[in-house]
């Protein structure tokens, strides 16, 4: 193979999700996160977040599920301090949810874009480009979207579900910046939209509850790689925790 052909991959970060991905992300996908209510979505996309800034890498943080001061309210509960990296201009969120409560504008910090109105996802997406670009972002750097399913349920899922394609192609595709992106699953009205968004994107990860420890009322996560274009990946579930720093390995169980 023609080496300029080659895509370059690059680790998660995040030490038991590197065991299942052991060569990496190619800078070129898109992945999802997926799974239920309480299953590790947001912090999963924190933490990602987190490693990314670690490696030197700039990043865009989309809120759609809550203000940007709650995402770093609980990134700090992590230890992860992002204030270092806001100072430098490497991290910048894109606020889709204020948009509700019509926020005093003269308080909004430098590093957080306000979105008046993210229904408008032609405008929407010109102001993230926007974004990308200002950062040089290029064969660098990550996009987060924290969640299609808020996106979904805000605009026509079908236009919402262009959207997608539309930052998959502008992130990924042309600019060789991965996108992160969770989606909520068991909200019925909407699962149909997953299975759309599941073959349109490059990579999946599911997140769970052990289902033979839920039936003793016990709620145990696990992760599991389901797809992941252009990398080599572990498919069995993963047992993990959420402590104090964040995703970790769990003792296998006998299940
Ligand atoms: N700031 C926090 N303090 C304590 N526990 C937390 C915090 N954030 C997340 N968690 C734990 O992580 C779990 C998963 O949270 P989250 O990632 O928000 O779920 P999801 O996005 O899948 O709905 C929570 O149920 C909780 O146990
Ligand atoms: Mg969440």
Known sequence: MHSELKVSRIGTGIKILDEALPEGIPRNNMVMVVGEGGTGK??????????????????????FDDTPLAVEQNAIFFGWSIKEYVERGMLKFLDCYS????PDKTTIPKYVVYVENPRELYQLTQILTGIMDDMEMHGRGCVFV???TELISITEPAVAIETVK???????????????ATFHFGIKPYDDFEQILEYVVDGIIDLRYNPILMQQGLLVKQFRVRKMK???????WFTFH????GIEAAEESSH
Do not use: Y
Request: glycine fraction near 4%.
């Open 146 to 148: 924290d969640s299609l």
């Open 99 to 102: 948009f509700r409560m019509n």
């Open 230 to 236: 252009g990398s080599p990946h572990i498919t069995k």
């Open 242 to 245: 959420i402590t104090r720093n």
């Open 42 to 63: 947001s912090v999963f996309l924190l933490q990602l977040m987190f490693s990314r800034l670690s490696m030197g890498e700039p990043c865009i943080f989309v809120c």
């Open 166 to 180: 539309t930052w998959r192609a502008e992130c990924a595709k042309e600019r060789l910046v991965n996108l992160f």
